[in-house]
């Protein structure tokens, strides 16, 4: 079974521009959920989606906006780029909702903002 | 005060030794913990899973949970270079509303 995959696995961008990142789940699988990872906070919560809904959020500006389409494959957007906003964004996905469904992580997307 | 307090290391150790990663948490709604491990470039894979206090044994890992005192833990019997990677600590509440809060991570070397 094919793992979750991220595109672009790199993105360089400008402070202002907006940045789209993509999550494609493992088959079957019907929960995504979006991390930011830096080296100074570590791994943050961003958002869940589960039957294209936002399900839960994490403490992120409104910036960071997601959405999740039919396949559940899901996207998130953060707009007006910051220089802090340079991290590595994770997607993982579960089966379903709940803390003893096992996250699988994607590779992430890189981002880095000039 | 974080929510979860996770030792960032780096910790570098001999081939064959015991290796002890710990967390501590602030947040007794916790129930869930988790273990991933993160190698350079990749995505975290969950290694260990626990609900309650306790230990709970899978080949050469052992996590255990004390939640009177807030810390949990994460043993690596014969450590082996392969095991060289970021160790993170997940936590999360019950309920439809449960999200994953991770310790920062604890960076592991294994020196062949």
């Known amino acids: 079974k094919a793992g979750v995959t991220q595109t672009p696995r790199y993105l360089i961008k400008t402070r202002g521009q907006q940045v789209t990142l993509s999550c494609s789940p493992i088959?079957?699988?019907?929960?995504v959920s979006w991390y930011q990872q830096t080296p100074g906070q570590g791994l943050q919560f961003l958002f869940e989606?589960?039957?294209?809904?936002?399900?839960n959020k994490g403490n992120f500006p409104g910036r960071f906006s997601g959405r999740q389409f039919s396949n559940s494959r899901s996207e998130m957007n953060v707009s007006t780029l910051e220089l802090g906003d340079s991290a590595l964004y994770l997607c993982a996905s579960s089966h379903s909702r709940g803390a003893t469904d096992t996250q699988y992580f994607g590779p992430g997307t890189r981002l880095t903002v000039l | 005060q974080k929510e979860v307090e996770q030792d960032p290391g780096p910790l570098s150790v001999p081939e064959g030794a015991i290796v002890s990663l710990n967390c501590t948490y602030s947040n007794s709604a916790f129930q869930y913990f988790m273990w991933y491990r993160q190698y350079s470039r990749k995505g975290p894979e969950l290694l260990m899973y626990?609900?309650?206090?306790g230990n709970k044994e899978d080949g050469r890992f052992t996590a255990q949970v004390d939640k009177s005192s807030k810390y949990i833990s994460l043993f690596i019997r014969d450590s082996q270079p392969s095991d060289s990677a970021t160790y993170l600590c997940?936590?999360?509440?019950?309920?439809?509303?449960?999200?994953?809060?991770f310790g920062k991570g604890t960076l592991l070397t294994v020196n062949p």
């Open positions: 626990t609900y309650s206090s």
């Open positions: 989606y589960f039957s294209e809904t936002q399900r």
């Open positions: 088959s079957g699988h019907r929960s």
């Open positions: 997940a936590m999360a509440t019950g309920g439809s509303n449960y999200k994953l809060t």
